[in-house]
């Protein structure tokens, strides 16, 4: 723990004392990179260490929240926490390594507080100190950058939550997320339901177990059964001499995330069928019997009941899967949630491109009146476009408009790489601007995956790609 002599009297005096083994550069780093230091010069500080137990508040911190230091030193905040304050960005960035920025709810004052946390590291690696500074949202001086900038939502599990329908879904993943029962999330295509079926992980008792993706339709149909279920050395040709575990097995004690479950063949539907009835699996070419324990998530875009009438989905796999429901509302339905995303996309954008980009209010209304076809997915890649194509910090409504028109940058971009190709064939046309545009997103990020993401596919989808 931090010796608590010096680091009272940074909190309580605001000095330049810190323990000699907290890293001066750090907390330098800390002050100027933070929300609140943009924003104003009145700063409240609150600091806990690396377990969550809380070190010091200073005056201003007493005087913003009515908590005083005698109230809250000593003690951990996971006591705190829904006492005097929620949620607690302290456990979150010792639970992400990251810095934060949340909107918090005190009850001592029953107002609401900008609060961003600041992990700082020892040579290690291990966080030995979060720095929280805390500003209330109606005294910021710059107000409109401060707002427009820093998220004004609740984030929980990586979902932005600020519309009722958002709500009401987190209130039933806490529900379902205790109990050890299949669930099928529906809807619309970049809406986040793998995010949701991530929720559902983190609030379970499996959390500690493995959350294992698969999107069924990425798969090629004749490799999807040895995906799944594993197959043993030599089972079919091209196969790894030693065998492999299949995406089942690799799930034990944890969360196996089937998603476009509605892409599922019909023969397989079968064996995942007996398989959620007995919990266990053959591999392909074996005939030894594994007992396996795995929760199921599926997720699909399309309607199931409307699949099982035309009998391209098995009733009782459709019946074992849905035990609980969880339907997703597109984008359009739930458009108070747009502006939240807007900050949280940003923030996270600004941060990976080193940039300073926000949005105008008057941005920020045509993003709102726009329908989106492709839901939060469509929303993210535009932000992304925006943020790189653009040199200003100050992206406007002209520069919104001109994107979702299809006349922006990025369109232009697109147009320069079609007049390039040097075909007069559609089919080789389309795949030379697919390898294209996938060697440009290729170079401008550092895995696979990340690539994947900023796409908006699945990384299985552009390994096949590329």
Same mark, same amino acid.
């Given at each position: ?145 401060? +707002? =427009?900038? /820093?998220?004004?939502?609740?984030? $929980? !599990? #990586? ?5 009722? @329908? ?56 004749? +490799? =999807?059964? /040895?995906?799944?279920?594993?197959? $043993? !050395? #030599? ?5 790894? @001499? ?225």
């Amino acid at each position: 723990m931090p010796e608590l002599s010096s680091l009272h009297a940074f909190c309580r005096e605001g000095k330049d004392t810190t323990p000699d083994h907290v890293s001066i550069g750090n907390l330098e780093q800390v002050r100027e990179n933070s929300l609140a230091t943009e924003c104003g010069d009145e700063h409240s500080f609150y600091f806990s260490d690396g377990e969550a137990y809380t070190l010091g508040v200073n005056r201003n911190y007493e005087k913003l929240t009515g908590l005083a230091q005698e109230y809250v030193y000593g003690r951990n905040i996971r006591e705190l926490e829904k006492l005097y304050f929620e949620p607690s960005v302290t456990l979150k960035v010792l639970k992400t390594h990251r810095p934060l920025t949340i909107i918090q709810h005190h009850y001592t004052r029953n107002k609401k507080l900008l609060v961003t946390g600041n992990p700082v590291f020892n040579q290690e690696g291990k966080i030995i100190l979060v720095v929280t500074l805390v500003k209330a949202l109606k005294t910021q001086r710059n107000e409109r950058f401060c +707002l =427009l900038k /820093a998220p004004s939502y609740t984030l $929980v !599990g #990586g979902m932005v939550i600020n519309s009722p @329908p958002m709500q009401e879904i987190i209130e039933k993943i806490a529900y379902i997320a205790g109990i050890k029962s299949n669930v099928v999330i529906t809807g619309e295509s970049g809406t986040g339901k793998e995010l949701i079926a991530r929720s559902i992980h983190d609030f379970s008792p499996q959390k500690e177990g493995p959350f294992i993706p698969v999107n069924t339709a990425a798969i090629p149909e004749n +490799l =999807l059964e /040895a995906e799944l279920f594993g197959y $043993v !050395g #030599g089972a079919f040709t091209g196969a790894n @001499p030693r065998g492999s575990q299949g995406f089942i097995k690799k799930a034990a004690g944890g969360i196996l995330f089937l998603d476009e479950i509605g892409e599922l063949p019909l023969a397989l539907q079968a064996k995942l069928l007996r398989f959620l009835e007995n919990k266990e699996i053959i591999p392909v070419g074996g005939n030894q019997v594994e007992r396996v324990d795995v929760r199921v998530i599926c997720a699909t875009n399309r309607n199931l009941e409307q699949m099982m009438a035309e009998g391209k989905m098995r009733k009782d796999l459709y019946y074992r899967l849905n035990v609980f429901n969880i339907f997703v509302p597109p984008l359009r339905d739930r458009k108070e949630d747009i502006p939240a995303l807007c900050s949280f996309y940003l923030e996270d954008l600004n941060r990976r491109f080193n940039t300073r980009k926000y949005l105008t209010p008057a941005a920020v209304k045509v993003l709102e009146s726009h329908t989106w076809p492709g839901n939060v997915r469509e929303l993210k890649n535009l932000l992304e476009r925006l943020v790189v194509l653009y040199p200003a910090n100050e992206i406007g409504k002209l520069d919104v408009e001109k994107e979702l028109s299809g006349t922006g940058l990025g369109n232009i971009c697109i147009q320069e790489t079609i007049h390039t190709l040097e075909t007069n064939k559609l089919y080789e046309a389309v795949a030379m601007f697919e390898k294209k545009y996938i060697s440009d997103y290729l170079s401008r990020y550092n895995s696979i995956e990340d690539c994947a993401r900023a796409m908006g596919i699945h990384r299985t989808t552009l390994m096949r790609k590329m």
